[in-house]
């Protein structure tokens, strides 16, 4: 069956290579989908700040775009009031009645994200000239640095972006637009493989000489 971005299912599920704007080869693949726990406070960020550090086992961050990692956890800043934690799947559920239980006056909130996320990773030399060209990436003259995370606009989608390492990222979009983000990818790289006969889209069925 194919869908309205013109990808059939077994496409949908497969990893993309292919070369960009002649910057290097690049990989667009699914994730596993993971434990995320979008954390929301009532109150000023300090007044919960250390607490909840205690309870994730890492500093809060206080500062826009900040990240904390520790032991495979992830902390994002999304606002001043609120975080995204990315942890392992299996944790999710406990840890969001921790914080139930942490704070039973409901100044802080968590709600599970991981049911509404679709993540995907991006690799190679290419990867961060194919996201400049379907959205916006940051204001800093030097974009995201390793290490770095935002909420921005790829494909016309709210898309939460990682920068894992140099020529590593991760992107997560609601479910619902997971196709659609999948599908400017795939006609970026039609589009560079029409240019340049050289490069091949493995994973769908075209190929060129």
């Known amino acids: 069956m194919i869908d309205a ?50 309870l994730l086992g890492l500093p809060v961050p206080m500062q826009p775009w900040q990240t904390e990692t520790h032991r495979g956890r992830m902390l994002h800043w999304i606002s001043p009031r609120s975080w995204l934690l990315s942890c392992d799947q299996d944790d999710e559920a406990a840890l969001a009645a921790a914080v139930l239980r942490a704070f ?17 990773g991006l690799r190679g030399e290419g ?15 030097g974009g995201i640095v390793p290490g770095g995370f935002r909420r921005t606009l790829l494909a016309g989608q709210p898309t939460l972006v990682w920068r894992i390492g140099p020529t590593e990222w991760q992107l997560g979009v609601d479910r619902d637009k997971a196709d659609h983000l999948r599908g400017w990818v795939l006609r970026i790289m039609r589009d560079e493989a029409a240019s340049d006969r050289i490069t091949a889209i493995t994973g769908t069925q075209e190929r060129r000489a």
Do not use: N
């Open 104 to 120: 039973p006056d409901r100044c802080l909130h968590a709600c599970a994200q991981s049911s509404r996320i679709s993540r995907f």
């Open 127 to 141: 990867a961060e000239d194919l996201l400049r060209q379907i959205g916006f990436l940051a204001l800093e003259p």
């Open 5 to 54: 971005t013109g990808m059939t299912g077994l496409e949908a599920r497969e990893t993309l290579h292919g070369r960009v704007f002649g910057s290097g080869a690049v990989d667009f693949l699914p994730l596993p989908a993971g434990g995320a726990l979008l954390l929301t406070a009532a109150v000023e960020a300090r007044a919960v700040s250390e607490p909840l550090g205690r």
